[in-house]
């Protein structure tokens, strides 16, 4: 099994927001995409995912085309997906929010769980089980009949995961899983993205933390005003000049940058391991 993208285009009419990108994605390792703000990291995303249409090239998985087909059939072909900005069903609980990836596969027999009682009770018991047992991994259990709203912010992100694992992809794409998360807690994410590596799984992970990404990925492709920069290892990215001067930059420019946070982050009286809190409608 691969995933396979073969001259990937897309465009917003003169706008180019990904240029000709070929690549191929294995299965057992996971896989980082880099590049400034705009280079189309999350276009790529959107596109694999079925939300953003192909305007040309295709999108094979194990041989067959997934561009062209409707989101829900490409859920049901084995990709799974999170996104930048956390999209939970905040007023469900955190049980339901794992417990709806379960009710397409129902939907063929759901008239046995409205006229069978025994048969609804029974098949209802057996989703909590399957939910329990995943938010047990996440260490959501505790949590499992509050309402996802209630959960703090790294606990949501971490649920948006679980939810993307529900029904087991073959493709699991996570837009930014870091955004958002305090150093703590990013460190956490990073040591539970490494469990889920899986030697019948590919992992596409879009991220702007560096340490994140040098640490779990096992190759990185870098984009540029929308086409392939370079991929290879984390030391083969860090050490090639032309990614250095279009992404990473100097150690000199890394220096610079984080001093700039800090200093942003001081002006809004954040700590550095603190966070923006995210308020709720």
């Known amino acids: 099994m691969s995933l396979v993208f ?34 189309g990291k999350s276009t790529l995303i959107n596109m694999t995912a079925g939300s953003y249409a192909v305007s040309s090239g295709t999108i094979e998985l194990d041989g067959r085309r997934l561009d062209g087909r409707k989101k829900h059939e490409i859920s049901l072909a084995g990709v799974s997906r999170t996104y930048q900005n956390i999209r939970l069903f905040d007023q469900m609980t955190v049980l339901e929010n794992l417990e709806v990836c379960l009710y397409p596969l129902d939907a063929p027999r759901i008239w046995q769980e409205v006229f069978w009682p025994p048969h609804a009770r029974r098949r209802g018991a057996e989703r909590r089980r399957i939910c329990e047992a995943l938010l047990a991994d996440f260490e959501l259990l505790p949590h499992a009949d509050k309402a996802a709203a209630s959960l703090s912010y790294g606990r949501q992100r971490m649920l948006e995961i679980a939810r993307a694992l529900m029904r087991g992809p073959r493709v699991l794409l996570l837009d930014e899983p870091a955004a958002g998360l305090n150093h703590a807690e990013t460190e956490d994410l990073t040591d539970r993205l490494r469990r889920l590596r899986d030697p019948e799984r590919i992992m596409i992970v879009v991220e702007h933390d560096m340490d994140l990404v040098m640490s779990l990925c096992d190759r990185i492709l870098v984009l540029h005003h929308g086409k392939l920069l370079f991929e290879g290892t ?48």
């Not at 860090?238 to 984080?258: M, S």
Request: aromatic letters at 4%; proline letters at 6%.
């Open 6 to 39: 073969r001259d990937l285009t897309k465009s917003y009419g003169k706008l180019v927001a990904i240029d000709a990108v070929s690549a191929r994605f294995e299965p057992g390792l996971v896989y980082g995409v880099i590049g400034p703000n705009g280079a």
């Open 234 to 281: 984390p030391a083969e990215v860090q050490a090639d000049a032309a990614v250095q001067q279009a992404y990473l930059g100097t150690h000199d420019d890394l220096d610079e940058i984080r001093a700039a946070a800090e200093d942003r982050r001081r002006q809004r009286g954040l700590g550095p391991d603190e966070r923006p809190v995210r308020h709720h409608a």
